[in-house]
């Protein structure tokens, strides 16, 4: 009966994101993963980044929501801004959505202190549904016209924008993912790729030479539905770093990581359900390797001062 209960409301769940839009997926490190929804990041703080990300989400359900997501971002000084590639794998149950985009960002100093970023990505959406669906009844559904059969996709265009504004200890952004609002269709499936829009504040401040604290915001809707985290990171020495994030009426994120060396940074954040889900969740799991390196024009002076994003 417990087993029936978990199978039933992971049901309705991937059933509500087949009949709505399906909702971005959800990063609790996105503090150092900003790129991933607002390209007026790309390449800025005159350094490169590959990243990886590996999240797991409502552990204790068959079917829950799996995310990998790479990226790699680098300045292009010849542009006047930078340039990324990113590539996203989202599963949830037997529905899946791979995305590939590319990025460029024109960036311009306002003032010694101060810089504003411009960035637009397109892309490709590939939406779908992998190997047989299965119905609580333990039926495959074929007689009902609304659940697609194994097999069925559809790929579409994808647009997105950003912008950010950043002075000295200080960033603030906006963005918008979908913009186009495309729609996929695949077998008795369809679905519009709805706008998301996001808004990012973040700061650092310095306690002491050796511990730095960096309080930032994260705000996340579709229009239908938001989502709020309220986060604060530390950074102990050169190498040791990790907080905590409160997401509004979903979880308590604990946040760890570790800088393997001057180049290669390690995270891990571990969210603790505190919404109606927690009684069939143990929680969720995300892992972050990132390697950087810091970019500077010849015979230039550095154009950024500080880097706030990846302290």
């Known amino acids: 009966m417990h087993c029936m209960k978990k199978i039933t409301i992971l049901f309705f769940v991937i059933l509500s994101g087949l009949l709505k839009a399906q909702q971005d997926p959800q990063f609790s490190l996105n503090m150092f993963n ?3 929804v607002n390209p007026a990041f790309s390449g800025s703080y005159d350094q490169f980044n590959a990243l990886a990300i590996q999240r797991s989400q409502w ?17 292009v000084y010849f542009l006047h801004g930078g340039v990324g590639l ?44 992998d190997g047989d669906w299965l119905a609580p009844d333990g039926t495959n559904g074929s007689g009902d016209l609304s659940i697609p059969t194994s097999g069925s996709n559809d ?16 960033y603030v952004g906006y963005s918008i993912t979908h ?28 306690v002491r030479s050796d511990l730095v604290l960096h309080p930032s915001l994260y705000v ?23 907080g905590m994030t409160y997401r509004l009426d979903d979880a308590l994120v604990l946040i760890a990581g570790y800088n ?27 892992i972050l390797l990132r390697y950087s390196f ?18």
């Open 155 to 170: 790929v579409v265009s994808d647009l997105g924008l950003g912008l950010y504004f950043r002075k000295k200890d200080l």
């Open 59 to 75: 552990v204790g359900f068959d079917g829950a929501p799996v995310t990998q997501h790479l990226s790699v971002e680098s300045p």
């Open 86 to 129: 990113s590539l996203l794998n989202d599963k949830l149950g037997k529905e899946y959505t791979r995305q590939v985009s590319l990025s460029y960002a024109y960036q311009t100093k306002l003032s010694n202190h101060s810089e504003l970023g411009l960035g637009l990505n397109y892309g490709f959406v590939d939406v779908g549904v």
């Open 34 to 36: 900003i790129y991933s």
């Open 179 to 206: 913009l186009n609002q495309a729609k996929a269709v695949y077998d008795k499936a369809e679905f519009k790729l709805r706008r998301h829009h996001y808004l990012i504040l973040g700061w650092q401040y310095e």
């Open 220 to 242: 996340k809707t579709d229009q239908i539905s938001t989502q709020m985290d309220f986060n604060l990171n530390a950074k102990y020495g050169d190498n040791l770093w990790g």
């Open 294 to 311: 810091k970019m500077r024009p010849a015979a230039k002076l550095p154009t950024h001062y500080r880097n706030i994003r990846y302290n």
């Open 260 to 286: 393997i060396n001057e180049n290669l940074k390690f995270g891990y954040a571990y969210d603790i359900t505190t919404s109606d889900l927690k009684s069939e969740s143990s929680g969720s799991h995300e």
